[in-house]
T-cell receptor, first 113, second 109 residues
Framework: SQTIHQWPATLVQPVGSPLSLECTVEGTSNPNLYWYRQAAGRGLQLLFY??????ISSEVPQNLSASRPQDRQFILSSKKLLLSDSGFYLC????????????FGSGTRLTVV | QKEVEQDPGPLSVPEGAIVSLNCTYSNSAFQYFMWYRQYSRKGPELLMY????GNKEDGRFTAQVDKSSKYISLFIRDSQPSDSATYLC?????????FGKGTKLSVKP
């Protein structure tokens, strides 16, 4: 079965510091991959999605970026964190061409101080 | 207008109660609908999947979709404290899912 590994679970970073969150996938190939941010009262906000290696679509303009260097690896980055970047970051996958819903990782709670 | 609207709650019920969670959606192209359950500080997990209109039952959980009124429901029978979580509805088509904001449910023993 497909699984998503996401780490770290918790992260506290100072304003202006860089960020790198990694998500890796097992049990499936050529998945669609997603980065979501979840803030209290705001639900799931889609940040980026990728349908293949090197293919990234951005849903929300901000100081975050995403990369997909390998089929099963999805990375969320920032050069300089802002206080407003605090939140719960979730990686998710779906099977390309299949309407079976998304599988989510366990999430990273980021606090920018 | 948001594509999927969901009352955020919070909703508090006594143990054993029947819980009704609801969403409305605006996109007529949605073909499948899902309910996710999210425990605190965890990722959402798929709870129920329904394709097109109709009902689906799984144990204490029943999902209903009425495409004519664009209404999605989740019923929980004999609710338990372990059902305390945030429930997110979602509608989708062509592999894309749109989520509601989630309803926070608390079941009191």
């Amino acid at each position: 079965s497909q699984t998503i590994h996401q780490w770290p679970a918790t992260l506290v970073q100072p304003v202006g510091s860089p960020l790198s969150l990694e998500c890796t996938v097992e049990g499936t190939s050529n998945p669609n991959l997603y980065w979501y941010r979840q803030a209290a009262g705001r639900g799931l906000q889609l940040l980026f999605y990728s349908v293949g290696i090197g293919q990234i679509s951005s849903e929300v303009p901000q100081n975050l970026s995403a990369s997909r260097p390998q089929d099963r690896q999805f990375i969320l980055s920032s050069k300089k964190l802002l206080l407003s970047d605090s939140g719960f970051y979730l990686c998710a996958l779906s099977k390309s061409g299949r309407d079976e819903g998304y599988t989510f990782g366990s999430g990273t709670r980021l606090t920018v101080v | 207008q948001k594509e999927v609207e969901q009352d955020p709650g919070p909703l508090s019920v006594p143990e054993g109660a029947i819980v009704s969670l609801n969403c409305t959606y605006s996109n007529s192209a949605f073909q499948y609908f899902m309910w996710y359950r999210q425990y605190s500080r965890k990722g959402p997990e798929l709870l129920m999947y329904t394709y097109s209109s109709g009902n689906k039952e799984d144990g204490r959980f029943t999902a209903q979709v009425d495409k004519s009124s664009k209404y999605i429901s989740l019923f929980i029978r004999d609710s338990q404290p372990s059902d305390s979580a945030t429930y997110l509805c979602a509608g989708g088509s062509q592999g894309n899912l749109i989520f509601g904001k989630g309803t926070k449910l608390s079941v009191k023993p």
